[in-house]
Nanobody
């Protein structure tokens, strides 16, 4: 069982920056994708950003230009969030995705709360 652990959430003011990190306990070197999702109260979970082990990154429209995902070490990602807004307040979840016999298997962290105060 792969464990996924997020860290770095907290309370910030509008316009400030915050960096989240996530590490998966996977031991193999197989291809993978790691992603950040977020869920605000009363809203559906949405994709923030994802990155493959080959380095291909994707962003949600709201994240383009403000957020940056990086994969400096195997099974470890950062999410840098700049110019934060109150609408960015949410629980941020990290997902580790790998493939077993060509079937995608997802592992989720418990989430870390980001609160942006005005």
């Amino acid at each position: 069982q792969v464990q996924v652990v997020e860290s770095g959430g907290g309370l910030v003011q509008v316009g400030e920056s915050l960096e989240l990190s996530c590490e998966a306990s996977e031991s193999s070197a197989s291809p993978y994708t790691m992603a950040w999702y977020r869920q605000a109260p009363g809203k559906l979970r949405e994709l923030v950003a994802s990155i493959t082990s080959a380095g291909t990154a994707l962003y949600g429209d709201f994240a383009k230009g403000r957020f940056s995902i990086s994969n400096p070490y195997i099974h470890f990602v950062y999410l840098r969030m700049n110019s934060l807004k109150p609408d960015d307040t949410a629980v941020y979840y990290c997902k580790f995705q790998t493939w077993v016999r060509s079937v995608a298997v997802d592992y989720w962290g418990k989430g870390t709360l980001v609160t942006v105060s005005s």
